[in-house]
């Protein structure tokens, strides 16, 4: 499906599955807030577990301490004072936060000392007593029986019966401080609408953390006291029950028989979820809008740069080499860009060289081959021609024409083939150890009969006498003949032309200069290029395909050299040429019985390279 989707299109579809997830949120707002509501929920029954758990190990500690308080009391009676028991009695309070007064009574409930004063509802009723004596020896208990009447209860006893031998020894009683009791409390729910409260097994406030005046008002403004939990509910039973728009949960602390009971305002924790639900759907609208901002950074820094490139590709398979991205940038798609522009305009100039090649080609074998055929026409209108002398000398005429035309089409199919071997990988050298010195003093000599008929002074000149190094004569004859033959085409008459050989510590270095017109700076980097011809400026015209520079230096780097040029305009040029100064291994040294100076070949190679400057000289 997704095979051959645009790039466009692949981004636009995260934007439709954003929308689909939005709409899909709109929907399902009701649910999702059901779902909160019951996370909510869960939330606030861990907060009433914790201060159930929390309250009824403190009740624990309260009988814990209390029986081992009773239990010393009853040993050391009736060895020690009441003064001092009393003492033991304050330990208890001090070991226990949240205590206010302790008390200490016989098996019949009849109290021996304390600690302060108890008024008389402050003490154990005589049905509680008998409860202790019937075996339950942990009682908790409040002497205030009206319940739900938002009033704080500060008289609650937690007592202990002392039990030893199987037998009630007596009682140990302790008063509650509530109100450290419940700030203790009260720091476990932080949240400012959350009410707690802990009531005893009748449904009986004990205390809690906030008014119950908040919780709800009368129509008029006035506050009421209500109760959130209907009374049906035993306070040994968890539920949870709505009422009054609120929520609330009856937590059963089970250890002692009592409930914690925990409210909060619907509207006011919703709101909350409301307002996260109005924040990721805000936030859902700007992610939209940030992606659309992408999208349209994407479509200008991306999407567009690329549709451009494939275009120009496009036109460049239809042969259209004018194509361009004309994309301007510094990134990398648009780096890409411009270095296809730029390819793109080397790829035009070079098929503009190779047509012009082309057309010089043309032109190069047409021109040889009219003046062959033309000769050939006049050949035979010389039969006609009944002085054998006459005859002979306008034969011999037409027969140097057409050898040096030939030797023109030889020239050119050699440079084309060579070129081609060297393109293809297929351009070997012959290596051998040859005196580079005589070699190129051989070459240059042999050719100065040629420079002399143009007028031009040939001048060889060498700083060391010899130098053996490894070569392969042929190239370095068809450099040198190429490398003259162009100056031979640029230098007036009267002008001057100058082979010089110098050498470095490992290298030779070999120069040809000339007083011709030189080359200007700007040709300078191209005259080595494939069809490129230097003097498309100059005016002069020679003949010549524009390949002859660059077999130069395809010769010169298969001797591991290089070449480079210098030049000035109406000043002269000078091409130098650095070869490596080594040899090859069994190989002869002796140039002068492997190479003879001037050989008829040498003679035919030099009338072959010479070709389109003049006819042949004998």
Not at 17 to 28: A, C, E, G, P, W
Not at 303 to 324: C, E, G, H, T
Request: aromatic letters at 10%.
């Amino acid at each position: 499906m997704f095979k051959h989707m645009s790039v466009r299109k692949s981004l636009l579809f995260p934007i439709l599955i954003l929308l689909f997830i939005y709409i899909v949120s709109i929907y399902f707002t009701s649910n999702i807030c059901r779902q909160l509501t019951s996370s909510v929920i869960n939330n606030y029954e861990k907060l009433a577990y914790n201060v159930s758990t929390t309250f009824s190990r403190y009740i624990e500690t309260i009988w814990a301490t209390e029986e081992m308080v009773g239990r010393y009391i009853n040993n050391s009676l009736p060895k020690s004072e009441n003064s001092e028991l009393s003492e033991y009695l304050k330990l208890l309070i001090s070991r226990v936060n949240g205590i206010q007064k302790a008390a200490y009574l016989n098996a019949n409930g009849q109290l021996l000392f304390y600690t302060d004063n108890y008024n008389d509802d402050e003490l154990l009723t005589l049905s509680q007593i008998n409860e202790i004596k019937n075996g339950n020896t942990k009682l908790i208990t409040c002497f205030t029986t009206n319940s739900y009447d938002g009033s704080v209860m500060n008289n609650v006893n937690v007592a202990r019966g002392i039990v030893q031998d199987g037998q009630l020894k007596g009682i140990v009683t302790a008063l509650l401080d509530f109100n450290k009791i419940n700030e203790h409390l009260a720091n476990m729910i932080p949240e400012k609408d959350v009410f707690f409260s802990i009531t005893d097994n009748n449904g009986a406030v004990i205390f809690h953390n906030k008014d119950f005046s908040f919780l709800s008002r009368n129509t008029d403004g006035s506050e009421a006291v209500t109760v959130f939990l209907d009374e049906s509910v035993a306070p040994d039973k968890f539920a949870v029950i709505e009422k009054d728009s609120l929520v609330g949960m009856n937590y059963p602390i089970s250890s002692i028989g009592w409930a914690c009971r925990v409210s909060f305002k619907y509207n006011s924790v919703m709101s909350s979820l409301y307002d996260n639900i109005a924040f990721n759907l805000i936030t859902l609208f700007v992610l939209i809008l940030v992606f659309v901002y992408v999208l349209a950074y994407l479509n200008r820094r991306i999407i567009r740069p690329v549709n451009s490139l494939k275009n120009a590709i496009d036109k460049f398979i239809n042969k259209d080499y004018s194509a361009r991205t004309n994309i301007k940038g510094f990134d990398e798609i648009l780096l890409t860009c411009r270095a296809f522009d730029q390819m793109a305009e080397c790829i035009e100039h070079l098929y503009l060289c190779k047509s012009q090649f082309n057309a010089n080609l043309t032109h190069e074998i047409k021109t040889p081959l009219n003046v062959i055929f033309a000769s050939v026409q006049l050949i035979e209108n010389y039969k006609s021609i009944t002085n054998p002398e006459v005859y002979k000398a306008k034969i011999s005429n037409q027969m140097k024409i057409i050898r040096q035309n030939c030797y023109r089409l030889i020239r050119l199919t050699s440079n084309i083939l060579d070129i081609t071997k060297h393109d293809n990988g297929f351009l070997k050298i012959k290596l051998n150890n040859y005196d580079i010195v005589k070699l190129v003093r051989n070459i240059t000599e042999s050719i100065k009969k040629y420079t002399e008929a143009k007028g031009i002074d040939l001048v060889f000149s060498s700083e060391p006498e010899s130098s053996i190094i490894a070569c392969d004569p042929d190239m370095i004859e068809r450099i040198i003949l190429n490398l003259i033959s162009n100056a031979i085409k640029f230098t007036d008459e009267n002008g001057e032309i100058t082979v010089r050989i110098s050498e470095k510590e490992e290298s030779i270095l070999l120069s040809v200069k000339d007083t011709g017109i030189g080359i200007p700076q700007s040709k300078l980097n191209c005259i080595f290029e494939r069809f490129k011809q230097a003097d498309e400026t100059l005016n002069r015209n020679p003949d010549g395909t524009g390949i002859g520079l660059s077999l130069v230096k395809a010769f010169v780097e298969a001797h591991n050299g290089n070449i480079s040029v210098k030049s000035e305009v109406m000043k002269g040029t000078e091409f130098i040429i650095e070869l490596p100064k080594k040899t090859v291994d069994n190989k002869t040294n002796d140039i002068e019985n492997q190479r003879p100076a001037l050989s008829p070949n040498d003679i035919s190679r030099i009338n072959i390279e010479f070709s389109d400057i003049y006819p042949e000289l004998e």
